[in-house]
């Protein structure tokens, strides 16, 4: 299943928790800052399935998956102490 997902680089922490938690390998740490200083993840070409792992495993709840054109998960994590799951079809 294709899946894809949008990291918000600007609010990342460069933490890398969804780097390492990402089944298929998708996601690196970029080599250039942000404007606060962190290292972002940012998605690379791969075999992302929109599983949505990296989405509930950040921290910041910046990660957005989208599978097959659908949006799975958003907002996920502790910063807004909720653990939103919207689907669209
Ligand atoms: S949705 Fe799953 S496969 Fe895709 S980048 Fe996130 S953890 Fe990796
Ligand atoms: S888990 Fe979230 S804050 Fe941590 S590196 Fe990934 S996108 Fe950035």
């Known amino acids: 299943m294709a899946g894809k997902i949008i990291i ?25 800052s942000n404007e606060n200083g962190y290292f972002p993840a940012q998605s690379k070409q791969g075999d992302c399935t929109g599983c949505g792992v990296c989405g509930i495993v950040c921290p910041e709840a910046i990660i957005e998956v989208y599978r097959d054109s659908n949006i799975v998960e958003v907002k996920t994590g502790s910063k807004n102490k909720s653990n939103l799951v919207k689907e669209k079809a």
């Open 8 to 32: 918000n680089s600007e609010r990342c922490k460069g933490c890398g928790l969804c780097v390492i938690s990402c089944p298929k390998g998708c996601i690196v740490i970029s080599k250039s």
